[in-house]
């Protein structure tokens, strides 16, 4: 994900025009009466959403724009549609309007003020990439993704019920009517398929019609002489890229017995995922081995909520840059009134030597990341932000800042379909008739229809994912219990180590890095580093909590960080191993050799492990992806960010190594 082009406009009076493409958005008399009856009415949509039941109707459209067609379509919805139903909305814009643009744009509908407020509240950052909103508890999701729309609708995974085909025309945008986009549209349409367009172009008409879509055309909105619109006849494509995706990496089947879960660990992981799946209606039994929740490295009494940024992106950093806004949108929406739980306050990333605060520099002026994630700052202005005087100048992120890990765990897990079952230690899993048996410790059995097993490094004490190559990261923080005068401190600080404002008068920073270490003392040695990293960024602030630690003594909590090899976390199916060493052995000898075969998980048994150093970013996101996976829904990042995080990767990679 890196910052995108935003769209340059001109206004005649309130009618918005596109510089790039000369042509308006949309007409002010009668914009709105363009949209019912091109889009809406053609694809028949109060029909078809009066007579959904319990299923979830899935809408996509090419030129995002004002999002106008999204907020009629939405209205519609809420007048028509069933409550247990729901409405996913996904649509591509190469260039998005700026959310000022947005406003004025959208204050041409009062009709649409109510939808228009809450789709501008939660607008993103111009980043590329998928950015998925919520309204209506969630009923109505919208996914935008900014990019290229081919390149967009390649990372999507799911069926559509009606296309928007929507844009600039042919004539003014010919990039985007490109048979690579029809062939899209064909990949991911079934057989009651519909679509509408305004146009009536040839290369429209003829690259639908061989892409499969039978067209119909009917008479144009106002002055317009004809519209198309139609149904998909075709024989939905098996693939949606020239170059195959490998089949290791094909997401399982859309779960279809009943929705019950057990999910084992109640960290940031189990806990995200309760929620996520809690939410679309599922029976979530969540369980952990200790008396309470988030005990373990969901422990902390606050931890940093940010993303570390390459100067180039990179799919790893794409990934962190999507869980960072993910969070941080999800804390505003949901807890925007518990201080207690998270602080939106900033964070300054400061620069440990002259090399990285050139790196810094460069970062600031790639142009990859736009100045409302991250700006480069001098080192007064660094002071100035943080409050106290710092060492160097660094990278600010206004809207990172920290979070308590239980108390966001205790919050996430409020839901009445989520049942705690803590004391409770899963020694062994079993599949049978479509059902999971957990076996306890304690000589409990529970079961599920899906497991989701998310209890960090200790996920491979169990016999399926004993193969998921994990390491343990001993960390130790510091403490101070009791009020503390120190300058205050308005922002995280962080480079080789971090530490947050204070909460309640007490600090927390920290952490040690230690690496095939068991042990849970708490050390001075610890401390000291700890101190040291503290004196590299904030001498002053150093100096009173080194004088705090002679007068009174610090305290200190040592957790496990649970790290995969390429440091990013494993979210989803669990492979079976044997078969996928069997089904993929010729990797072996040619590492591109394309192989059809399906790959082999145990059915229903999921993995949210191996979040590292970051799980406040990567935890959220990532109980969402699991949570799509099994409804069968748009992800909320792209496909390849998804297949990195796969956790069968690694069988994938040492083959081709030839080391296993
Ligand atoms: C010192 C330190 C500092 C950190 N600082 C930050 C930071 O500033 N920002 C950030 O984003 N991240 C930070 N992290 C990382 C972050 O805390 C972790 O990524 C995150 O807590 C991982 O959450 P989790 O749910 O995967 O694992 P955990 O929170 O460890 O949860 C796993 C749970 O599984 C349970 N469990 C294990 N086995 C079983 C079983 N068989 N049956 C039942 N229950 C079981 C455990 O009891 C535990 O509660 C830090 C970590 C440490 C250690």
């Excluded at 109707?57 to 809420?78: Q, R, V, Y």
């Excluded at 999910?263 to 940031?268: C, N, R, W």
């Excluded at 600090?507 to 040695?525: M, P, Q, V």
């Amino acid at each position: 994900m890196n910052r995108h082009n935003s769209a340059t406009l001109e206004w005649d009076s309130e009618s918005p025009k596109s510089v790039h493409f000369n042509d308006f958005y949309f007409s002010t008399d009668d914009g709105l009466a363009e949209t019912d009856y091109v889009f809406l009415k053609s694809n028949k949509l109060r029909e078809r959403f009066s007579s959904l039941k319990h299923n979830t109707f899935t809408l996509a459209e090419t030129g995002f724009g004002t999002g106008l067609n999204f907020l009629t379509t939405w209205l519609l919805w809420k007048s028509s549609s069933t409550n247990s139903s729901s409405l996913h909305f996904i649509s591509a814009e190469k260039y998005p309007l700026s959310k000022n643009d947005l406003t004025r744009a959208l204050s041409a509908w009062p009709q649409l003020k109510h939808e228009a407020g809450q789709l501008l509240t939660q607008y993103p950052e111009l980043n590329s990439g998928f950015h998925q909103l919520r309204f209506d508890g969630g009923r109505v999701v919208l996914t935008l993704m900014f990019g290229d729309v081919v390149d967009c609708y390649r990372q999507l995974n799911v069926k559509v019920d009606a296309w928007f085909l929507d844009g600039f025309s042919p004539a003014k945008n010919p990039g985007m009517w490109t048979p690579e986009l029809f062939q899209l549209m064909a990949y991911h349409s079934k057989s009651n398929t519909t679509f509408a367009t305004f146009s009536c172009a040839r290369v429209v008409r003829d690259g639908l019609t061989q892409a499969g879509f039978i067209i119909n055309k009917k008479p144009g909105f106002g002055l317009k002489r004809e519209m198309l619109s139609g149904t998909f006849s075709g024989t939905p494509m098996q693939t949606n890229n020239k170059e195959k995706t490998p089949s290791w990496f094909s997401l399982p089947p859309k779960h279809t017995s009943d929705k019950t879960a057990l999910i084992i660990g109640a960290g940031v992981a189990g806990c995200s995922t309760a929620r996520s799946l809690a939410q679309r209606g599922w029976k979530v039994t969540l369980v952990d081995r200790h008396s309470a929740i988030a005990t373990e490295g969901s422990g902390n009494r606050q931890g940093a909520l940010y993303a570390k940024l390459p100067v180039e992106p990179i799919p790893a950093s794409r990934f962190h840059l999507s869980g960072f806004l993910y969070s941080s949108n999800f804390l505003k929406q949901n807890l925007a009134d518990r201080p207690d739980i998270w602080s939106p306050c900033g964070l300054l990333q400061l620069a440990s030597s002259e090399k990285e605060r050139l790196k810094h520099r460069k970062l600031a002026d790639s142009g990859n990341y736009p100045d409302s994630i991250v700006r480069f700052v001098e080192q007064d202005k660094a002071s100035e932000l943080a409050g106290i005087t710092v060492n160097n100048s660094g990278l600010f992120f206004p809207e990172a800042g920290w979070a308590t890990p239980p108390l966001l765990c205790k919050w996430l897990t409020e839901h009445p379909n989520i049942t705690i079952k803590t004391s409770t230690h899963i020694a062994k899993l079993e599949h049978k008739e479509n059902n999971w048996t957990a076996f306890t410790k304690e000589n409990q059995t529970l079961s599920a229809s899906i497991v989701v097993v998310a209890s960090a490094a200790d996920s491979t004490l169990l016999e399926q994912l004993k193969q998921l190559p994990v390491q343990k990261i001993r960390g130790q923080v510091s403490l101070t219990q009791s009020n503390i005068q120190a300058p205050p401190l308005n922002t995280v600080l962080c480079s080789q180590g971090y530490i947050s404002p204070s909460k309640e008068g007490r600090f927390c920073f920290g952490a040690t890095f230690d690496l095939k270490d068991e042990a849970t003392d708490i050390r001075e040695s610890g401390h000291q580093h700890n101190l040291t990293k503290i004196a590299e960024m904030a001498p002053e602030l150093a100096n009173t909590l080194q004088q705090y630690h002679t007068d009174n003594s610090l305290t200190g909590r040592v957790g496990f960080r649970c790290a995969s090899p390429d440091k990013l976390p494993m979210i989803g199916a669990v492979p079976v191993y044997e078969a996928f060493v069997e089904d993929y052995a010729q990797l072996r000898h040619d590492a591109k050799k394309a192989i059809d075969t399906p790959p082999k998980h145990y059915p229903g048994l999921y993995a949210n492990l191996a979040h590292g150093s970051k799980g406040l970013i990567s935890g959220p996101i990532s109980g969402e992806i699991i949570a799509a996976m099994l409804e069968n829904e748009p992800l909320p990042i792209e496909k390849e960010l998804i297949d990195i995080l796969n956790p069968a990767r690694f069988i994938i990679k040492n083959l081709i190594r030839r080391t296993i």
